[in-house]
């Protein structure tokens, strides 16, 4: 099980946003993510816990951010509730999207699953709704992913497989490039791996 540390850093300007503790496993029904952020101060800011199935479909969902939830998973698209901090005014989303996506790597990783591409697949389109800080405000967002190559790195544990994605935004035309090995993030945008206690996990 993969225990590690991730610094979050805003991708324009490079302020801190501040780290993401997590720990993440794939086991018999699919995968599963669970992580606290803190500020650059140390202080908390949220938490994140995600299982998606064998097909990369997320399963559950629960954001924690400045009061706010979110609680969501794939249902006819994918279907969420969001609660505001006094939790009177809950409000249900629907979206015809493939998942969900935001500043967590854990989406990252999720959507991999869910596409898995090859170097040899064509560029892929998908719609994610994406809960964007600091408030969980949902977005529906187009991206288009391709897998530009996989290299192998030795490591003490033996050959690792760093699989290096282009990520498209379509209404912008954005372009960038995502970094993964296993379930672990080793670089995107404005995500940086600052410490690993275990190799990532091999999915199947």
Do not use: K
């Amino acid at each position: 099980m993969p225990r590690g540390r991730y610094s979050l850093h805003d991708p324009h300007d490079h302020t801190p946003l501040g780290e993401e503790h997590f720990h993440c496993a794939p086991g018999p029904s699919g995968w599963r993510y669970a992580s606290q952020t803190v500020t650059p101060s140390g202080d908390h800011l949220g938490s994140v816990d995600l299982a998606v199935d064998e097909l990369g479909r997320p399963i559950r969902l629960e954001l924690n951010a400045a009061s706010w939830q979110v609680r969501g998973a794939a249902i006819d698209g994918v279907t969420w509730v969001r609660t505001d901090p006094t939790g009177t005014h809950a409000t249900e989303g629907n979206v015809r999207a493939h998942a969900f996506t935001g500043t967590s790597p854990a989406f990252l990783v999720a959507i991999t699953r869910l596409l898995r591409l090859t170097p040899d697949s064509p560029e892929t389109r998908l719609r994610l709704v994406a809960f964007t800080d600091p408030v969980l405000a949902p977005l529906t967002v187009d991206q288009s992913w391709a897998l530009l190559r996989s290299e192998a790195h030795a490591t003490d544990n033996g050959p690792l497989i760093v699989d290096e994605y282009q990520v498209s935004t379509l209404d912008t035309g954005e372009r960038h490039t995502v970094h993964i090995a296993g379930d672990v993030v080793l670089a995107a945008p404005g995500i940086e791996l600052e410490a690993l206690e275990t190799p990532p996990s091999v999915f199947p």
